[in-house]
């Protein structure tokens, strides 16, 4: 399973060669972008891609990045949202996972960045009178090589029984079930999707012929959203290596049930 290996092994990003990319790289990352705008524009998701890293890592510098650090590098690419509703943060986490796998399939080192604590003036400095909207920015380049012996930086996980269940929240999925269902690889690649503080928010119910999706709730559900937008990009494609073909099938309003929102759900 490609898939299944690529994010297992997903990385982000934060040294960077100080060097711009080839002509032919800058082509092929402009494609991404006009490819990505094109399919996304119903969504009211748009991007837009800034060569000149030097200036959008200078008026960040202290705004946004990791404990007020900016994550130089030769380029990023913005994204903006239109909405503001729940699905608009379930489609930004998946579509913004999506492109960033495109960028990483060229060979390029990549790390994403959110903007929500960057003022507006800030933002315009940066990416010109239209960045004031700017919600997420990736920053690309080639990536520097690892020190000799540098060790591995690892996240905990959870276990697959801790977050996959049967018919209801509270039963933990038998391994020897999802094996025979094709799923134990799946789920125990999921573990590894990023998400913020590496919470892993979702929460899988087995019922029937359906996966259903749930997210823990707490004091930061925008960002939750997005984790399990991140999640269900990764879940789809590894899906595909299996032969299907289906998508996520999200719920009109989600329903809160206890501590869980309920979002949706895959047919098998």
């Known amino acids: 399973m490609v898939m299944t290996n690529f994010l297992q092994e997903r990385k982000s990003v934060r040294d960077y060669k100080d060097q711009g990319l080839s002509a032919k790289d800058l082509e092929r990352v402009q494609n991404i972008v006009d490819r990505g705008n094109?399919?996304?524009?119903?969504?009211?998701?748009?991007?837009?891609?800034?060569?000149?890293?030097?200036?959008?890592?200078?008026?960040?510098?202290?705004?946004?990045?990791?404990?007020?650090?900016?994550?130089?590098?030769?380029?990023?690419?913005?994204?903006?949202?239109?909405?503001?509703?729940?699905?608009?943060?379930?489609?930004?986490?998946?579509?913004?996972?999506?492109?960033?796998?495109?960028?990483?399939?060229?060979?390029?080192?990549?790390?994403?960045?959110?903007?929500?604590?960057?003022?507006?003036?800030?933002?315009?400095?940066?990416?010109?009178?239209?960045?004031?909207?700017?919600?997420?920015?990736i920053a690309l380049g080639y990536p520097k090589k690892k020190k000799l012996f540098e060790p591995e930086k690892h996240s905990a996980r959870m276990d697959v029984r801790e977050f996959v269940f049967e018919n209801d929240l509270n039963t933990p999925a038998n391994p020897e079930t999802l094996d025979q269902l094709g799923l134990f690889d799946v789920f125990s690649s999921v573990r590894y999707a990023p998400s913020h503080k590496n919470t892993q928010p979702w929460r899988f119910v087995l019922e029937g012929s359906q996966v259903k999706l749930y997210m823990v709730t707490g004091q930061e559900d925008n960002r939750s959203l997005v984790d399990c937008g991140v999640m269900m990009f990764y879940f789809q494609e590894m899906m595909k290596t299996l032969g299907s073909q289906k998508e996520w099938v999200m719920e009109d309003q989600f329903a809160q049930e206890g501590n869980y929102l309920y979002l949706g759900s895959y047919s098998l």
């Open 38 to 137: 094109t399919n996304c524009k119903a969504a009211g998701i748009s991007f837009n891609f800034f060569q000149n890293g030097q200036v959008v890592c200078d008026r960040l510098q202290g705004k946004a990045g990791y404990a007020g650090v900016m994550i130089k590098a030769p380029h990023y690419l913005s994204m903006t949202v239109a909405g503001r509703e729940a699905r608009d943060q379930l489609k930004t986490g998946y579509t913004l996972e999506e492109i960033n796998t495109d960028l990483v399939n060229l060979g390029l080192g990549t790390c994403w960045i959110t903007m929500d604590h960057v003022d507006a003036q800030a933002k315009q400095e940066a990416f010109g009178s239209e960045g004031k909207d700017i919600d997420y920015i």
